[in-house]
């Protein structure tokens, strides 16, 4: 249901919507961060999830290669981005890039073009007028009134929609995944319901096992503690654990060099964690509930350490976060089993949602069963007609064949008997099928 990845990197890729400021290098000694380098993996390119995210990469790929708007970007900070004022550097931006740019916002327009097209085409059958304004806001980072030309005002929609898009996407997830968990324990609650008490007695205690087996698990330290990140340090980079530099620690862990945390390279600092709680294959471990768990440790570290909100983690705000009082929290973290996901009130809420989905697709289905027998009735009486009109035709071929046979007889003389004729004998001859007497005629013996 969630693609974890397609979130992940946020982060990275809010950083390069906004047009990727380089960030002032980290004075670093070569001969000790070098042989780290060489271990990493290439950076790779990141997504956003948006349904706008080609686009998005697009422009954002081309204003990476003029050479003006990148040497912008580096003294640029957050606040000007976000309120627009960089997006007037567009205007100095080379003919070259520009051109470009013009033509992506042309082929975007054409897709948006397309899909009311397509709108309309599935909407035609069914007398409903297409609603264009609830289309186009899911366009809302294009301009509608230029379609040809990428201006000022085409950056500055860019990056408002996907910063509004990003903040919200958390939020939808944790939704979605609540849903997620409402349904699974609905459909529970139908299976027990279908069973015998004595299967029903089985399988709860059966569900009682799972679930006491996967809450017996190591303690689960705190996302961005000092226990969290010294293991960590020596469990995956396999230092020793009372040499943690925190300095170090983010040059190890910062794996495309950029000088930030992201939340792809957040989030894979929590594996560790994870796998004390989650093992895949395991039937009482649910892998969608462990990326949930993910997404709660990532909002918990950002919370407490990204300061300016630019859903980035900076060198000196990962060193400020090592110098509070929380980084020396000890108290274990209290994962989903621990905590309720909803309340009963929303469990009430969704399987009446259900019921009415249920009811709507059963009233549905019950209209399309009636038109199914109407057609099926207007089918047979168009066969009955056609077999109607069919017998009819025949009927008429039959007449037509019988008035031109005897025709025909008459003309050729076919099929009637010839009878002598005497000559001088006016009268007619006698009825056929009748033997002809002897009549004396007078006069002669």
């Not at 050479?67 to 970007?73: I, Q, V």
């Not at 000092?226 to 620690?249: A, H, I, M, Y």
């Not at 003389?413 to 006698?430: C, H, L, S, T």
Request: hydrophobic share 30%.
């Amino acid at each position: 249901m969630v693609v974890r990845r397609a979130m992940a990197p946020c982060g990275l890729v809010l950083l390069s919507l906004w047009l990727c400021i380089q960030s002032v290098p980290i004075s670093m000694d070569k001969t000790k961060e070098e042989p780290l380098k060489e271990e990493l993996e290439p950076p790779q390119s990141a997504e956003t999830g948006l349904h706008y995210d080609r686009y998005l990469r697009e422009v954002i790929e081309f204003l990476e290669k003029d050479p003006h708007f990148k040497e912008k970007l580096k003294n640029a900070n957050m606040d000007d981005i976000k309120q627009g004022k960089l997006s007037k550097e567009l205007d100095f931006v080379h003919h070259n890039f520009r051109t470009k740019l013009d033509e992506l916002k042309r082929e975007e327009m054409g897709r948006l073009r397309m899909l009311i097209r397509a709108k309309q085409d599935i909407q035609g059958g069914n007398g409903r007028t297409v609603d264009h304004q609830a289309l186009l806001k899911q366009f809302d980072h294009l301009n509608h009134l230029n379609p040809h030309t990428f201006e000022v005002e085409d950056l500055e929609r860019l990056i408002q929609s996907a910063t509004n898009d990003l903040e919200n996407y958390d939020k939808s997830r944790h939704d979605e995944f609540k849903k997620y968990e409402m349904l699974k324990a609905h459909e529970r609650k139908e299976r027990l319901n279908a069973m015998s008490e004595e299967e029903r007695r089985e399988e709860e205690q059966r569900y009682e096992e799972m679930r006491k087996k996967h809450a017996e698990h190591p303690k689960v330290n705190h996302p961005g503690s000092e226990d969290q990140l010294k293991e960590v340090w020596q469990e995956s980079d396999g230092l020793d654990p009372d040499n943690f530099d925190p300095k170090t620690f983010f040059k190890i862990h910062d794996s495309n060099g950029d000088g930030f945390l992201d939340e792809s390279e957040l989030e894979a600092l929590f594996t560790k964690e994870l796998e004390k709680v989650y093992t895949p294959g395991n039937e009482e471990d649910d892998m969608f509930e462990m990326e949930e768990e993910r997404l709660r440790m990532r909002e918990h570290v950002m919370n407490e350490v990204d300061t300016d909100k630019d859903r980035l983690v900076s060198l000196s705000e990962f060193i400020a976060a090592t110098q509070k009082e929380e980084f020396l929290e000890k108290d274990e973290w209290e994962t989903l089993d621990q905590k309720p996901i909803y309340t009963e009130e929303e469990m009430r809420e969704y399987e009446q949602h259900l019921v009415n989905e249920e009811n709507d697709i059963n009233k549905k289905s019950e209209e399309l069963y009636k038109q199914r027998e109407e057609l099926e009735r207007k089918q047979k009486e168009l066969n009955n007609q056609k077999i109607g009109l069919q017998q009819a035709v025949e009927e008429i071929e039959r007449m037509k064949s019988s008035v031109k046979e005897p025709a025909a007889s008459v003309a050729t003389g076919e099929g009637v008997p010839v009878v002598p004729v005497v000559p001088g004998d006016a009268r007619p001859p006698p009825p056929l099928g009748h033997q002809q007497r002897d009549v004396p005629v007078p006069g002669h013996s």
